[in-house]
């Protein structure tokens, strides 16, 4: 595919269940984001891979929150014991790679729009 | 810390209105701007960005933005706005190698 992908389109759980959320970036990027659109909250930053590891992760909520990433391509944000609040649009974004170059334009999936009962 | 402001939340504008959203950035270095909108049901999608040169950048569908350094400022204008320009538009700065801040966005609806 052209773009990046998300998985599922729509999650609805419960509260206190984990949930797993998906994310394959454009082919050949190396830099990956996860961002969080909450209901008139515009959109926050999570956290941010290059390649494998990820050297940002200041803007993950709390310790429930956790991200991974594998093969420097797909990534799992992974939120355990779900609250309400956690209810949002989650966003990948893909970059070739954060260098400063022009090449640094993110391009977004379509999100994964999660519901906590 | 970096943010960035969209002061305008929701515009109305009828078709052929020229239109024109705020951003004001705070941050001392050098930046990277980016406009980028939200179609409804569609995900967000770049409209233009500036990294250096020229201030005033020309994007897709007719927009464009202009970069003020002494005012902070990355404003989007169209001259004449049409229905299927109704969607969010979110402002975003750029530091770096690092991750995107966005305004809250604006949300714009256009009247036939």
């Known amino acids: 595919g052209a773009g990046v992908s998300q998985s599922p389109s729509n999650k609805v759980t419960e509260k206190g269940k984990d949930v797993e959320l998906r994310c394959d970036p454009i082919?050949?990027?190396?830099?990956l984001y996860w961002y969080r659109q909450s209901l008139g909250q515009g959109l926050e930053f999570l956290i941010y891979f290059q390649g494998n590891s990820a050297p940002d992760k200041s803007g993950l909520p709390s310790d429930r929150f956790s991200a991974e990433r594998t093969g420097g391509s797909v990534s799992t944000l992974t939120i355990q014991r779900t609250q309400q609040e956690d209810s949002a649009v989650y966003l990948c974004?893909?970059?070739?790679?954060?260098?400063?170059?022009?090449?640094?334009?993110?391009?977004f999936g379509p999100g994964t729009r999660l519901t906590v009962l | 810390a970096q943010s960035v402001s969209q002061h305008n939340h929701h515009v109305i504008l009828s078709e052929a209105a020229s239109l024109e959203l705020g951003c004001n950035y705070s941050?001392?270095?050098?930046?990277?701007l980016f406009w980028y909108v939200q179609y409804p049901g569609q995900h967000l999608q770049l409209l233009l960005k500036?990294?250096?040169?020229?201030?005033l950048v020309k994007g897709i569908k007719g927009f464009e933005a202009e970069f003020i350094k002494s005012k902070f400022s990355f404003n989007l204008r169209k001259p004449s706005v049409q229905w299927s320009d109704t969607a969010e538009y979110f402002c975003?700065?750029?530091?770096?190698?690092?991750?995107?801040?966005f305004g809250t966005g604006t949300r714009l609806q256009v009247f036939p």
């Open positions: 082919s050949g990027h190396t830099a």
């Open positions: 974004a893909s970059s070739l790679h954060p260098s400063g170059a022009s090449t640094d334009t993110q391009y």
């Open positions: 975003a700065l750029y530091k770096g190698a690092d991750k995107l801040i």
């Open positions: 941050y001392g270095g050098t930046v990277n």
């Open positions: 500036y990294f250096s040169g020229d201030p």
